[in-house]
């Protein structure tokens, strides 16, 4: 095979590879345009049941149309708002802490007096059997959050027992708790700085 003719031969299979990854992308793309209202629509779902866990009653709003961001400690948080008689009566977001094994993302829920409505564990990597009593499948620990504020418990007592709080920690895993325990008060400490824009009460509207 002489040099010329092996120069043919490369740019030749070099434009088969061209048009196979033209190919490709393209299908990839239609694929994902074609399924990306699917993952929408079960994102939202997912969202709408998380919101329903922290937070109790029947609301005249739908919270997914009715959210701002407002600035917290790690960058904007989402905040959805729960309406009545066009008021805010209770408003819902993420917070996380760090626990043994990395981030804790938790949801919370809050009324407009700043009393605890619901907190529940989105995502986390704590170990099986010690940090996952953190899921209320496991235990009921994460129910006791329902009803305090900063106040009951005071601030200095928001923490886990070990710490000098109100809140029990797991025997053999008291970072979880802990991490936990501090992000949620974060949250409570969020909601009172920012309370005005949450709950709307400049009568703006998002």
């Keep these: ?7 043919d031969k490369l740019g030749y299979q070099g434009a ?22 699917a993952i929408a629509a079960a994102e ?15 609301y005249e709003n739908d919270l997914l149309k009715d959210s701002l961001l407002a600035p917290g400690p ?7 708002r729960a309406r009545r008689a066009g008021k805010v009566e209770a408003v819902v ?11 804790i993302v938790c949801m919370m829920g809050v009324d407009r007096s700043g009393r605890i409505l619901g907190v529940r564990v989105l995502k986390h990597s704590e170990t099986p059997g010690l940090g996952d009593k953190i899921e209320p499948a496991k235990a009921d ?24 709080g109100v809140f029990d920690q797991f025997a053999g895993a008291t970072i979880t708790p ?14 009172g ?9 400049s009568g703006s509207r998002p």
Excluded: C
């Design 1 to 7: 095979m002489n040099l010329e003719s092996l120069r």
């Design 193 to 201: 700085r920012e309370k005005s824009r949450l709950l709307d009460e």
């Design 141 to 164: 620990w994460i129910h006791r959050f329902e009803g305090t504020f900063l106040g009951d418990p005071p601030p200095e007592k928001f923490a886990v027992k070990k710490d000098g």
């Design 44 to 58: 939202a779902r997912d969202l709408q049941q998380s919101l329903a866990q922290v937070l109790p009653g029947r």
């Design 93 to 103: 977001f993420q917070v996380t802490g760090y626990g043994y094994a990395g981030r």
């Design 178 to 191: 802990r991490a936990v325990v501090k992000a949620v008060k974060g949250g409570l400490e969020f909601f």
């Design 16 to 37: 088969l590879l061209a048009v196979a990854a033209l190919v490709t992308s393209a299908a990839l793309a239609l694929a994902s345009r074609a399924t990306a209202p």
């Design 74 to 80: 790690e960058g904007e948080v989402t905040v959805y």
